[in-house]
């Protein structure tokens, strides 16, 4: 266990951290829902990747994620961050016999690191390979970078054992995805897809009390926010407090796991500057929540403490903050479009939680919806997310967007027992998140949010659905 039994004992009692590791429940379309759908996406994502031939497949897709749990393999011995083949071959006339991990694109079976037979049309392997801490390819480890997807080492590669590999993929960045498709730019906010990930800011804890890396019970991601952003995440769950004790302010604001401080924020807001300066993408930046310093016990803000944050975060993304009063907001809309941020060059969108700052703030976007189950089953997770997926755009919704939050959440049972861990909990859903948003989700998922987004294939997929959508949107336009 990385932290302390304090730290236990504050998860307990705000009832966050980890829940029950369970199974991976298999996921298939409907009878009821056309296949159509699926394979559109499919063919999308190859149009996509084929650009830079990342990925290629005449007939179904394989692609690359990483096993979020650690893996005990006996004598003290722990794999951390395998990797994992997938593919999905339903409906294609013929499936490859073979699926292997590869550290270059595949050209031939004897370069293959590993080697796993493929036993069903739709499935995934975990190998006994970690995928490491691999700095960012192109540039973009320390700064901005060569445009486009690139990959990081890890390949999958698909076929029938010693003949051709007829199906391949590798484990991209993304860092110029909205630049590189100006297809989407006619849509408007709410009908983009994006990959946005939950307490964004949990990554790895900086404080004097402790500098661990992993831990079960707080830490939601593997990436820094720059390398988040890098990965193609355009939509950050913030979770801010307020600690006084802190003789500088700037240094009182920080990022959260409930009351758990994890890391300062203004660092993590020049990352997001430096992104911003250098690409063309757009960021939607979410305070989802305050958990200490900013309230009164009576539950009334402490205006100087909203306002202290609010200063932050003009002082530091100024220049790029869209206002919202300057943009189509009203109820019921679907927000601005791309190209009218990018026309004026506005391109950091900060919603906010509480209704009474933003009515004194009219430059700040409305709360943003954030559609959560509180559970820590995921059959009920999905359930409640299919339901509210397709729901969530009423007349009345003030925000253009939501949150799709596709990760499960812990009872005070769980943490108090130490039954099972973050990791766990993000494995027993990921692979279902991947699979719903290419079906189940697709005509009206937004924002889709989960915990160790490595784990997932939701970038990818978000690029594809938001580049069909901003096809569909212009072949309607010239009817």
Same mark, same amino acid.
């Given at each position: 266990?990385?932290?302390?039994?304090?730290?236990?004992?504050?998860?307990?009692? $705000?009832?966050?951290?980890?829940?029950?590791?369970?199974?991976?429940?298999?996921?298939?379309?409907?009878?009821?829902?056309?296949?159509?759908?699926?394979?559109?996406?499919?063919?999308?994502?190859?149009?996509?990747?084929?650009?830079?031939?990342?990925?290629?497949?005449?007939?179904?897709?394989?692609?690359?994620?990483?096993?979020?749990?650690?893996?005990?393999?006996?004598?003290?011995?722990?794999?951390?961050?395998?990797?994992?083949?997938?593919?999905?071959?339903?409906?294609?006339?013929?499936?490859?016999?073979?699926?292997?991990?590869?550290?270059?694109?595949?050209?031939?079976?004897?370069?293959?690191?590993?080697?796993?037979?493929?036993?069903?049309?739709?499935?995934?392997?975990? $190998?006994?390979?970690?995928?490491?801490?691999?700095?960012?390819?192109?540039?973009?480890?320390?700064?901005?970078?060569?445009?486009?997807?690139?990959?990081?080492?890890?390949?999958?590669?698909?076929?029938?054992?010693?003949?051709?590999?007829?199906?391949?993929?590798?484990?991209?960045?993304?860092?110029?995805?909205?630049?590189?498709?100006?297809?989407?730019?006619?849509?408007?906010?709410?009908?983009?897809?994006?990959?946005?990930?939950?307490?964004?800011?949990?990554?790895?804890?900086?404080?004097?009390?402790?500098?661990?890396?992993?831990?079960?019970?707080?830490?939601?991601?593997?990436?820094?926010?720059?390398?988040?952003?890098?990965?193609?995440?355009?939509?950050?769950?913030?979770?801010?407090?307020?600690?006084?004790?802190?003789?500088?302010?700037?240094?009182?604001?920080?990022?959260?796991?409930?009351?758990?401080?994890?890391?300062?924020?203004?660092?993590?807001?020049?990352?997001?500057?430096?992104?911003?300066?250098?690409?063309?993408?757009?960021?939607?930046?979410?305070?989802?929540?305050?958990?200490?310093?900013?309230?009164?016990?009576?539950?009334?803000?402490?205006?100087?403490?909203?306002?202290?944050?609010?200063?932050?975060?003009?002082?530091?993304?100024?220049?790029?903050?869209?206002?919202?009063?300057?943009?189509?907001?009203?109820?019921?809309?679907?927000?601005?479009?791309?190209?009218?941020?990018?026309?004026?060059?506005?391109?950091?969108?900060?919603?906010?939680?509480?209704?009474? *700052?933003?009515?004194?703030?009219?430059?700040?976007?409305?709360?943003?919806?954030?559609?959560?189950?509180?559970?820590?089953?995921?059959?009920?997770?999905?359930?409640?997310?299919?339901?509210? *997926?397709?729901?969530?755009?009423?007349?009345?919704?003030?925000?253009?967007?939501?949150?799709?939050?596709?990760? $499960?959440?812990?009872?005070?049972?769980?943490?108090?027992?130490?039954?099972?861990?973050?990791?766990?909990?993000?494995?027993?859903?990921?692979?279902?998140?991947?699979?719903?948003?290419?079906?189940?989700?697709?005509?009206?998922?937004?924002?889709?949010?989960?915990?160790?987004?490595?784990?997932?294939?939701?970038?990818?997929?978000?690029?594809?659905?938001?580049?069909?959508?901003?096809?569909?949107?212009?072949?309607?336009?010239?009817?």
């Amino acid at each position: 266990m990385a932290v302390s039994w304090y730290t236990v004992i504050v998860l307990v009692a $705000t009832a966050l951290g980890a829940s029950i590791g369970l199974k991976f429940i298999p996921y298939r379309v409907p009878s009821n829902e056309p296949v159509i759908k699926t394979s559109r996406i499919l063919r999308t994502l190859k149009q996509v990747s084929e650009k830079q031939v990342l990925e290629k497949s005449a007939c179904g897709r394989v692609w690359v994620t990483v096993h979020s749990p650690n893996i005990n393999q006996g004598d003290r011995v722990v794999l951390q961050d395998a990797i994992e083949l997938n593919w999905d071959f339903t409906n294609c006339d013929a499936v490859p016999k073979s699926i292997g991990l590869f550290d270059d694109r595949p050209g031939s079976w004897n370069n293959a690191l590993q080697v796993f037979p493929i036993d069903a049309e739709q499935g995934y392997v975990i $190998t006994t390979i970690s995928l490491g801490e691999p700095a960012p390819p192109a540039g973009w480890d320390k700064g901005p970078g060569l445009k486009g997807p690139h990959c990081l080492w890890p390949w999958a590669g698909a076929g029938d054992g010693s003949a051709s590999i007829t199906s391949y993929n590798c484990l991209k960045i993304q860092p110029s995805w909205m630049e590189d498709n100006p297809e989407i730019n006619k849509l408007r906010i709410g009908e983009l897809a994006v990959a946005g990930t939950h307490n964004a800011g949990a990554w790895r804890f900086d404080t004097e009390i402790s500098a661990v890396s992993r831990d079960s019970f707080v830490l939601c991601q593997d990436r820094s926010i720059w390398a988040q952003l890098v990965h193609g995440i355009r939509y950050f769950d913030f979770r801010v407090a307020y600690y006084d004790f802190y003789p500088n302010e700037d240094d009182r604001y920080w990022l959260n796991h409930n009351l758990i401080r994890v890391r300062p924020l203004v660092p993590l807001l020049k990352e997001i500057r430096a992104f911003l300066d250098n690409t063309k993408e757009i960021v939607f930046l979410d305070a989802h929540h305050f958990p200490i310093g900013f309230y009164e016990p009576d539950g009334s803000p402490i205006r100087a403490v909203h306002q202290g944050l609010i200063q932050l975060v003009q002082r530091e993304l100024g220049p790029h903050v869209a206002y919202a009063r300057d943009f189509g907001t009203g109820a019921g809309t679907r927000g601005p479009t791309v190209q009218s941020l990018l026309d004026a060059d506005k391109r950091l969108l900060f919603s906010y939680v509480d209704n009474a *700052i933003v009515s004194e703030n009219n430059w700040l976007w409305p709360i943003l919806p954030h559609l959560w189950a509180n559970t820590n089953n995921p059959t009920e997770l999905f359930t409640y997310l299919d339901q509210a *997926i397709g729901a969530v755009h009423q007349s009345n919704a003030r925000s253009p967007m939501h949150s799709a939050m596709a990760e $499960t959440t812990p009872t005070v049972l769980d943490i108090l027992f130490l039954r099972g861990s973050l990791r766990e909990n993000a494995n027993a859903v990921n692979r279902n998140v991947t699979q719903r948003l290419l079906t189940r989700w697709r005509q009206n998922a937004n924002i889709v949010s989960s915990d160790f987004f490595l784990g997932n294939d939701v970038v990818d997929v978000s690029i594809a659905i938001s580049l069909e959508r901003g096809r569909a949107t212009k072949q309607s336009s010239q009817l």
